[in-house]
């Protein structure tokens, strides 16, 4: 069985611009969330998505934003890059409906580097 | 805040047990504990839950106090391939993201 998995690896982008980060859930996975694990802040939770509706966000601002399609494919966007919105950019996905024992599956990752 | 508090770093040597403690003092009834572990250049990978009585996988055992204030996961044989940073994790039955907080760093010498 696939896991999960997330484009690109790795993503330079310099300050001001966008970036667009993609996930894949396991298949017959709904629920996909995103967290960021900046250096030294540890892993902070950033967006929940299930049955394509934002279920819940994390304390970031909204230039943080995305959305999920149809096939529970998820994109996050970030708009407006910073340099602390450097950091390893981490999916993961669950079950159905999402609940407080739903084992998450996470990504590998995708590095993003704001130079 | 992730209202768990975890000792920093621990070390054990290889092929014997690790026991890594955690302590959630304020945990409600509803509270499910978790363990994650993340290992260097990869995402967190399940380990473990439980609510109230032990728990025992193929990857590891969780022991939870009888007053569920703290808890303890244990690795019956450890390799070089569990040195990683563990995570525990209280979940309430109205949260569904994970929060983290700093974790064990668990060093395995060989």
């Known amino acids: 069985e696939a896991g999960v998995t997330q484009s690109p690896t790795h993503l330079i982008k310099t300050r001001g611009q966008q970036a667009t980060l993609r996930c894949s859930p396991i298949?017959?996975?709904?629920?996909v969330y995103w967290y960021q694990q900046a250096l030294g802040l540890g892993l902070q939770f950033l967006l929940w998505y299930d049955e394509g509706e934002e279920r819940n966000r994390g304390n970031f601002p909204p230039r943080f934003s995305g959305r999920q399609f149809p096939n529970y494919s998820s994109e996050l966007n970030v708009n407006a890059l910073e340099l602390e919105d450097s950091a390893l950019y981490l999916c993961?996905?669950?079950?159905?409906?999402?609940?407080?024992?739903?084992?998450?599956?996470f990504g590998p990752g995708t590095r993003l580097t704001v130079l | 805040d992730a209202k768990t508090t975890q000792p920093n770093s621990m070390e054990s040597n290889e092929e014997e047990p690790v026991h890594l403690p955690c302590n959630h003092s304020t945990i409600s009834g509803t509270d499910y504990i978790h363990w994650y572990r993340q290992l260097p250049s990869q995402g967190p990978e399940y380990v473990i839950h439980?609510?109230?009585s032990n728990v025992n996988n193929r990857m590891a055992s969780l022991a939870i106090a009888e007053d569920r204030k703290s808890s303890t996961l244990i690795l019956h044989r450890a390799t070089l391939r569990d040195a990683a940073v563990y995570y525990c994790?209280?979940?309430?039955?109205?949260?569904?993201?994970?929060?983290f907080g700093k974790g064990t760093k668990l060093s395995v010498i060989p």
């Open positions: 298949s017959g996975h709904t629920s």
């Open positions: 439980g609510l109230t």
């Open positions: 993961a996905s669950s079950l159905p409906g999402g609940n407080a024992y739903n084992e998450q599956f």
């Open positions: 994790i209280r979940t309430g039955a109205g949260s569904y993201q994970l929060t």
